[in-house]
């Protein structure tokens, strides 16, 4: 068991809510926490495996303290964050018509007929409603992750690593973004502990914003942190592709016109030919003649040009001549004009055809460069972006009712939401309560663990009181939230809302 650094101190109310939870073992004051199937024997002043729960003289605490989240609100002119602006607010607890409680902190309980930690009743727009608030432990639970590069990071269903474990596999690309799906039940208990404990690690830094490296087979390493630039073999990469090879023709076609006369847009997917484009053709330009290898789909789109790769457009290529497979003498002629670039305009290059219609490099007119620049310009930033992926559709809802499939039908009928830590989730249709969240419009540090092992979530029901009681809710255990303020305010976090989120209690969200 851990040292116990630091415990809050445990108030009245701190203390009557660890009563619900735990039990005291023996004379040595040491107390079983019962927060999880690993049923921690903790000692006094130490903390369980897990660092979550703690003994504090003899009564089992949560060691870190509940979120609560504050309402922004209108002052005149645009929205701003509650607690910093309101007048009636004593900076200590907030007003029960403005706050939250979040899952974050609130604790988990097993087996998991026991209520959820927090069952908060409030009114909302006139109408009484009840949040029921945990910390669920998810061993059905994964992270999808989306990098923003065209490079090559490893070939579909490869496996990823993270210390040397497999904890997940790339999986479909998507447009302008390399796709990582990690985590899982099958890597946290189907092969060793090892591999477990390894899917347990890297899932909880990256669903609360740090920084992972990770590995994949037959591909590169990466270096990936939510809402930061990924790094590609130490490599930080800056843009996120303006559109595959195709696109990039489409868009910028008409700006090339009478600058040059062909343009070949280099990309592992789709490489694009102006002139036999139909971008160009619409716009009458003259056939130049030059073929690119690969397979040609429709008029001036080809794939396979080359292998994937970390050069121009997410191929291995580094010399783009190379992809010209012939230049027919019949159409080209002496002194055409040919442009060369990439999809993010990263790589460009700009050529003249001599009398032997071979490709000879010459400076880059202003005209054409601008254009190129203007790719680049068009490119956004890269990024990744990691979501958090959990079935709660199984025993944890008997926390929520004692007739758990009545709170899955509310959930996907949408009379009952779905927060984590108060962050709108996606609720996937089809069976079950599976959901979906971006970490950052969580409050950081969200996530926590068991080493069973398993990911530690936090998340929210909100319904009305009159379909908690219909569904069979926990109707005793149903508290005000101006009591749940008086007895936790004091040790709480408060968080202002994020502002790009709904408020979770309002009623027009769906
Ligand atoms: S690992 Fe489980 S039993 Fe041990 S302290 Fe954490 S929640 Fe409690």
């Known amino acids: 068991m851990n040292e116990l650094n630091p415990v809050p101190a445990a108030d009245a109310a701190l203390a009557e809510r660890s009563r619900k939870f735990g039990a005291s073992e023996g004379n040595e004051g040491i107390v079983r926490c019962d927060a999880c199937p690993v049923l921690c024997r903790i000692r006094p002043g130490r903390s369980g495996a897990c660092s979550r729960y703690a003994n504090d003289n003899g009564l089992l605490v949560r060691t870190d303290p509940v979120v609560l989240l504050a309402e922004a609100v209108e002052v005149g002119g645009p929205v701003v964050p509650f607690a910093e602006n309101a007048e009636d607010w004593d900076g200590k607890i907030l007003p029960a018509n403005r706050a939250f409680v979040t899952g974050i902190g609130s604790g988990t309980t097993y087996p998991d007929y026991k209520p959820a930690p927090f069952i908060v009743s409030s009114q909302h727009e006139g109408v009484d409603t009840v949040t029921v608030v945990t910390e669920g432990i998810f061993s059905y639970c994964g992270v999808k992750v989306k990098i923003d590069t065209d490079r090559h990071l490893g070939p579909e269903t490869a496996a990823v690593r993270a210390n040397g474990e497999q904890i997940g596999h790339v999986t479909t690309a998507e447009y302008g973004s390399q796709m990582l799906s990690l985590g899982g039940v099958r890597h946290l208990t189907g092969g060793s502990k090892k591999e477990g404990n390894a899917t347990c690690e890297a899932m909880l830094k990256l669903s609360n914003g740090e920084a992972v490296e990770l590995t994949i087979d037959g591909g590169h390493g990466v270096i990936v942190q939510a809402g930061h630039a990924p790094i590609v073999d130490g490599k930080p990469e800056t843009r996120m592709r303006v559109g595959c090879g195709s696109a990039t023709i489409g868009i910028f076609a008409k700006q090339w016109q009478g600058h040059v006369d062909e343009v070949i847009v280099v990309d592992d997917h789709i490489t694009g030919v102006l002139t036999e484009h139909q971008a160009g053709r619409v716009l009458d330009m003259k056939p130049a003649g030059i073929r690119v290898r690969g397979r040609k789909s429709t008029p001036g789109r080809y794939f396979q040009v080359a292998q994937p790769g970390l050069g121009w457009g997410g191929t291995d290529i580094t010399e783009p001549l190379s992809i010209i497979q012939k230049i027919d003498a019949g159409l080209a002629w002496p002194g055409m004009r040919l442009l060369m670039t990439s999809t993010t305009g990263e790589d ?158 309002r009623r027009d969200v769906g």
Not at 362 to 391: D, H, K
Not at 427 to 435: A, D, E, K, N
């Open 348 to 505: 460009s290059l700009y050529c003249v055809l001599d009398e032997n219609l071979l490709p000879v490099e010459a400076e880059m007119p202003a005209a054409v460069r601008q254009v190129v620049e203007r790719i680049g310009e068009n490119c956004e930033p890269s990024l990744c972006t990691v979501t958090f992926m959990a079935g709660a559709g199984g025993s944890l809802r008997a926390g929520v009712t004692e007739n758990p499939v009545l709170l899955t039908r509310s959930v996907q009928s949408g009379t009952t939401r779905v927060t984590m830590g108060g962050a709108p989730v996606y609720v996937w249709p089809g069976g079950g309560i599976t959901v979906m969240v971006d970490v950052l419009r969580m409050p950081k540090n969200a996530f926590g663990y068991v080493p069973t092992p398993a990911i530690v979530a936090p998340i929210e029901f909100t319904l009305s009181r009159e379909l908690y009681l219909a569904s069979g809710g926990h109707a005793d255990e149903i508290v005000p939230m101006e009591e749940i303020l008086r007895a936790h305010g004091g040790q709480a976090r408060i968080e202002n809302a994020v502002a790009e989120n709904p408020w979770p209690l």
